[in-house]
T-cell receptor
Framework: AQRVTQPEKLLSVFKGAPVELKCNYS??????LFWYVQYSRQRLQLLLR??SRESIKGFTADLNKGETSFHLKKPFAQEEDSAMYYC?????????FGGGTRVLVKP | EAQVTQNPRYLITVTGKKLTVTCSQN?????MSWYRQDPGLGLRQIYY???????DKGDVPEGYKVSRKEKRNFPLILESPSPNQTSLYFC???????????FGEGSRLTVL
């Protein structure tokens, strides 16, 4: 079974500092990878997907097949980035989520 | 408004009492899925459905049943709930298996 690992349960950063959320996957094929985000009192929603190669809300994520990683980065964190972030990997018809990382951006 | 609707949002029940959590989407999505969310474990897929009458097991299907008789509905059935099924459940749908998943608000279930 595929596995998605997010090693940090909690990331606390100050406003304006860079933030990086780590994600490693186990799928050996050609993965489709996503980042989902859940803001307080909101539904879980798609943040970005690797095939789009786009930046959403200042976040980017690069797929590194050699390291089987899909880390999420933002150079200057904002308070509104405080949320729960989930990395996910699509294998066949199954979408597997990591355990999630809670990000707290302090003023 | 395009959305995924789950009911009930909160439920406390007792061991062995059958219950159904309904899920409905109004976006004509083909793919629907159920997840449970537990602290430290993230979201784990219970069952998914590629289309009407097509369902398959996810990673943690034991103790659950689903059906997909209509495209818009994908109920989750707990025939004989047990305390280890106490969890937060999410239904989600997407246009296709690779599409953006749209989530419901979640259903918090407690089994005593």
């Amino acid at each position: 079974a595929q596995r998605v690992t997010q090693p940090e349960k909690l990331l606390s950063v100050f406003k304006g500092a860079p933030v990086e959320l780590k994600c490693n996957y186990s799928y050996s094929g050609s993965p489709e990878l996503f980042w989902y985000v859940q803001y307080s009192r909101q539904r879980l929603q798609l943040l970005l997907r690797h095939i789009s190669r786009e930046s959403i809300k200042g976040f980017t994520a690069d797929l590194n097949k050699g390291e089987t990683s899909f880390h999420l980065k933002k150079p200057f964190a904002q308070e509104e980035d405080s949320a729960m972030y989930y990395c996910a990997s699509l294998s066949g018809n199954k979408l597997t989520f990591g355990g999630g990382t809670r990000v707290l951006v302090k003023p | 408004e395009a959305q995924v609707t789950q009911n009930p949002r909160y439920l406390i029940t007792v061991t062995g009492k059958k219950l159904t959590v309904t899920c409905s989407q109004n976006m004509n999505h083909e793919y629907m899925s159920w997840y449970r969310q537990d602290p430290g474990l993230g979201l784990r897929q219970i069952y998914y459905s590629m289309n009407v009458e097509v369902t398959d097991k996810g990673d943690v299907p034991e103790g659950y049943k689903v059906s997909r008789k209509e495209k818009r509905n994908f109920p989750l059935i707990l025939e004989s709930p047990s305390p280890n099924q106490t969890s937060l459940y999410f239904c989600a749908s997407s246009l296709s298996r690779t599409g953006e998943l749209f989530f419901g608000e979640g259903s918090r279930l407690t089994v005593l």
